[in-house]
Nanobody
Framework: QVQLVESGGGLVQPGGSLRLSCAAS????????ISWFRQAPGKEREGISCISSSDGSTYYVDSVKGRFTISRDNAKNTVYLQMNSLKPEDTARYYCKAMTDGYIYWGQGTQVTVSS
């Protein structure tokens, strides 16, 4: 069993930055592919970035490419999402997901609001 806790969300002005953390307990994340999702009010949850457990390769959806960076610190059992040049349309609740061998775990999410 893996417990995931997201943190680092908040209110930020357009153009600002935030770093989200996804801290795991229960098991090491070394063998888990980790993804970040977000869900805005009235919209479906969308996957925006992921990082592989095998080779550290990363993926970004076009809307965040060049602005967001996913990384993992296996020693801290934590995955990060550095978000720069934030836009109002980035406003959403952000979730991390851990997946391996058919097992899937979600965190409770952290709210990001981009507004002046």
């Amino acid at each position: 069993q893996v417990q995931l806790v997201e943190s680092g969300g908040g209110l930020v002005q357009p153009g600002g930055s935030l770093r989200l953390s996804c801290a795991a307990s229960g098991r090491t994340l070394d063998y888990y592919d980790i993804s970040w999702f977000r869900q805005a009010p009235g919209k479906e949850r969308e996957g925006i970035s992921c990082i592989s457990s095998s080779d550290g390769s990363t993926y970004y959806v076009d809307s965040v490419k060049g602005r967001f960076t996913i990384s993992r610190d296996n020693a801290k059992n934590t995955v990060y999402l550095q978000m720069n040049s934030l836009k109002p349309e980035d406003t959403a609740r952000y979730y991390c997901k851990a997946m391996t061998d058919g097992y899937i775990y979600w965190g409770q999410g952290t709210q990001v609001t981009v507004s002046s």
